[in-house]
């Protein structure tokens, strides 16, 4: 007797439904380009639990509703309104999100993520954790989150930080946009299938058989691929590596400033328009991601880090100037990165009456 397919919900915000032997959850917010809210990361929780629990479910498959992406991210509209407001979303929100992208790591059925469209900052952590993770041509992903007042989140410090030579802190610094080749270049992706071939590739994930491992899986989606690693910034990565060596972001300008070449001057331009300390709190949450020895060790420091960011002025300033009256004109405090002092940095990064990420 066949069970019938599991629906928390299929007309909501997030779909949960079993397809043949697939979980399928959908993010459901095309409008807001999917961006991810409290209680649709409560219900993807929810949602692996159920597709753990059930012997008939071969393969978890995420995905975005609608033709441009997957999740552009979280919902930094609430969060702004709850910053300004005093509230406390923030803290239920990223501790709530950080524990669904450590558990995504570590899910033990084949989790396969299509990254088609735009994919940024909540999106990457809900795919880029995954076992196998899915771009198209039309992959466009990206950790903008400096140019909001705040610093790649999610797991991205470790991401980045394992990308290779600097490209991960220039992407990280830069909030500049990955395609797909790019993407599977930085270690955020391993397949590019071409976005006329998922629908195919989607059927054939509902029919595969239950105890199916992960590497017949990933054996199974090369066959859609396109064989694409190496994107433009494989092409840069020797002047990225050169650039951005440094450990303090005085040493970053410096080097593209002394540079002076065309593509140098566009990157320092573009780093100039970013918060000035949102970029030295990145910069050193990479440099400590580095020698950290798990994605869980790095979700906590960053978890302790986005409390802070959550009672800035920078980053309401940027929302502000990004989502909310869309001037693209941040006035941030500091203005410069030279006023960025040691005192302004120590707070996120502090360790005691931080509240703790804890981890099942």
Known sequence: MTAPAAVVDTEGDLIVRREGSAGIIRLNRPKALNALTLEMSISIDAALDQFESD???AVVVLEGAGERGLCAGGDIRGLYESSRAG???GKMFWRQEYIVNARIAKYPKPYVAFMDGLVMGGGVGLSAHSAHRVVTERTKLAMPEVGLGFFPDVGGTWLLSRSPGEVGTY???????MNGPDAIYAKFADAVVPSSRLPALREVLTKIQPGTTSGEVGTLIKGFSTSETLGPVAAMQARIDG????DRMEDIFASLQRDGSELALATLKTLNEKSPRGMVVTLKLLR?????????QCLVREYRAALEVFRSDDFREGVRAAVIDKDRNPRWSPPRIEDVTP???APYLATVGADELVFE
């Open 343 to 345: 005192a302004m940095l």
């Open 55 to 57: 012997p008939a479910i």
């Open 288 to 296: 400590l991601a580095r020698s950290s020895s798990s994605l869980e």
């Open 171 to 177: 992407f990280g610094l830069t909030g500049q946009t």
């Open 87 to 89: 509230g406390d979303l």
């Open 243 to 246: 650039w951005f060596a440094g």
